[in-house]
C-alpha cells in the first residue's frame, strides 16, 4: 500500500532554493507571503522568532513551515551559522490537503531523522560547492527530503489528529487511500472498514477520532480539494464532475456549495 504517491501526484511539491552558504543577518517572511519555507541547518547557531518565542537552534536541524506564517530567523558571523533554504509551494494553491494537514511548523533535529541522512549530508555538500546545475540539483534535493519528510511524520506519528494521523494508522490508512485513489466511487462505510478489516461501528468510531470527521466528509473533502485544484488547472466542471464521482456538474456544484459556501465558479474568481 503505497500512502504517499497519489497525494503528491495530485498535489505535486516544487522547491526553490534561496538560500545556501554561511548565513548571518536576518531572513524575515509575513503571512501575506505565498509558499512554505524549509530550512536545513547544520553548524553554528541562528536565533527563530515563530508563534511569539525565540527558539535558539544550535544543532543540526530541520524546519519546515507548510504555510505562509510569520517568522524571523537572525545569526550573527561569530555562530558560524550553515544554512540551506528552500521555498516550497504546493500544486493546488495555499489550502490543498497535505500543507493543511501539517502542523503549523515543525522543528526537530536532524539527529532525529536518519531517513533523511544521505540527503542532508548531499544537500550541504552540493550547496559547498560551485558546480554547474547546482540550483537544480539543490532543488530536487530540497524535494525529495519533503517526501522523506513526509514519511517520517507517517512513521513516527508525529500528527496528532487530520488526514496525516489517518495515514499513520495502518488499518485507516487503507481506507484512506482507496478514498484518495478512487474518488469517483461511492465509498460506502461498509466497504471501507472492510479494507481496514474492521467491523463498521468500530472503523467508524476509529476513523472520526483519528481523522476528525466521518469517512463521508472525508470523502466530499478530497473531492472538494481535488475540483478546486483542476479549476485552477481551467477544466471544465463537466469534466470535473464525472472524475470526482458526480453525475452531472449541478450535483458537484450543490457538494461544492455544502462544503465550500461558495459555487465552484464563485470560488474561482475569487482565488
Request: overall charge neutral.
Given at each position: 500500500?503505497?500512502?504517499?504517491?497519489?497525494?503528491?501526484?495530485?498535489?505535486?511539491?516544487?522547491?526553490?532554493?534561496?538560500?545556501?552558504?554561511?548565513?548571518?543577518g536576518?531572513?524575515a517572511?509575513?503571512?501575506?507571503?505565498?509558499?512554505?519555507?524549509?530550512?536545513?541547518?547544520?553548524?553554528?547557531?541562528?536565533r527563530?522568532?515563530?508563534?511569539?518565542?525565540?527558539?535558539?537552534?544550535?544543532?543540526?536541524?530541520l524546519?519546515?513551515?507548510?504555510?505562509?506564517?510569520?517568522h524571523?530567523?537572525?545569526?550573527?558571523?561569530?555562530?558560524?551559522?550553515?544554512?540551506?533554504?528552500?521555498?516550497v509551494?504546493?500544486?493546488?494553491?495555499?489550502?490543498?490537503?497535505?500543507?493543511?494537514?501539517?502542523?503549523?511548523?515543525?522543528?526537530?533535529?536532524?539527529?532525529?531523522?536518519?531517513?533523511?541522512?544521505?540527503?542532508?549530508?548531499?544537500?550541504?555538500?552540493?550547496?559547498?560547492e560551485?558546480?554547474?546545475?547546482?540550483?537544480?540539483?539543490?532543488?530536487?534535493?530540497?524535494?525529495?527530503?519533503?517526501?522523506?519528510?513526509?514519511?517520517?511524520?507517517?512513521?513516527?506519528r508525529?500528527?496528532?489528529?487530520?488526514m496525516?494521523?489517518?495515514?499513520?494508522?495502518?488499518r485507516?490508512a487503507?481506507?484512506v487511500?482507496?478514498?484518495?485513489?478512487?474518488?469517483?466511487?461511492?465509498w460506502?462505510?461498509?466497504?471501507?472498514?472492510?479494507?481496514?478489516?474492521m467491523?463498521?461501528?468500530?472503523?467508524?468510531?476509529?476513523?472520526?477520532?483519528?481523522?476528525?470527521?466521518?469517512?463521508?466528509?472525508?470523502?466530499?473533502?478530497?473531492?472538494?480539494s481535488?475540483?478546486?485544484k483542476r479549476?485552477?488547472e481551467?477544466?471544465?466542471?463537466a469534466?470535473?464532475?464525472?472524475?470526482v464521482?458526480y453525475?452531472?456538474?449541478?450535483?458537484?456544484?450543490?457538494?461544492?456549495?455544502?462544503?465550500?459556501?461558495?459555487?465552484p465558479?464563485?470560488?474561482?474568481?475569487?482565488?
Open positions: 500500500m503505497d500512502r504517499l504517491s497519489t497525494l503528491l501526484a495530485q498535489f505535486g511539491m516544487h522547491a526553490t532554493t534561496f538560500y545556501a552558504g554561511t548565513f548571518s536576518e531572513l517572511y509575513d503571512s501575506q507571503d505565498h509558499s512554505g519555507k524549509l530550512y536545513l541547518f547544520n553548524t553554528g547557531k541562528a527563530l522568532h515563530i508563534a511569539k518565542q525565540e527558539i535558539v537552534i544550535s544543532r543540526p536541524s524546519l519546515f513551515i507548510p504555510r505562509p506564517c510569520k524571523s530567523l537572525t545569526a550573527v558571523a561569530a555562530d558560524n551559522t550553515q544554512l540551506v533554504s528552500a521555498a509551494s504546493f500544486d493546488g494553491g495555499l489550502d490543498n490537503p497535505l500543507t493543511t494537514a501539517l502542523p503549523d511548523y515543525m522543528l526537530l533535529p536532524v539527529s532525529e531523522l536518519p531517513i533523511l541522512g544521505d540527503s542532508v549530508l548531499w544537500l550541504f555538500s552540493e550547496a559547498a560551485q558546480n554547474c546545475g547546482k540550483n537544480a540539483v539543490l532543488n530536487r534535493l530540497f524535494e525529495l527530503v519533503m517526501i522523506q519528510l513526509l514519511r517520517h511524520v507517517m512513521n513516527n508525529v500528527v496528532a489528529s487530520g496525516m494521523a489517518g495515514l499513520a494508522d495502518w485507516l487503507r481506507a487511500t482507496l478514498m484518495h485513489d478512487q474518488p469517483q466511487k461511492s460506502s462505510v461498509a466497504e471501507l472498514a472492510s479494507a481496514a478489516s467491523s463498521r461501528a468500530s472503523f467508524a468510531a476509529q476513523f472520526h477520532k483519528v481523522v476528525g470527521k466521518t469517512p463521508a466528509d472525508y470523502l466530499l473533502s478530497w473531492r472538494v481535488l475540483t478546486q479549476l485552477r481551467g477544466k471544465p466542471i469534466l470535473i464532475a464525472d472524475e464521482g453525475d452531472s456538474p449541478s450535483a458537484l456544484a450543490r457538494a461544492f456549495r455544502r462544503k465550500t459556501g461558495t459555487s465558479r464563485e470560488w474561482l474568481q475569487q482565488q
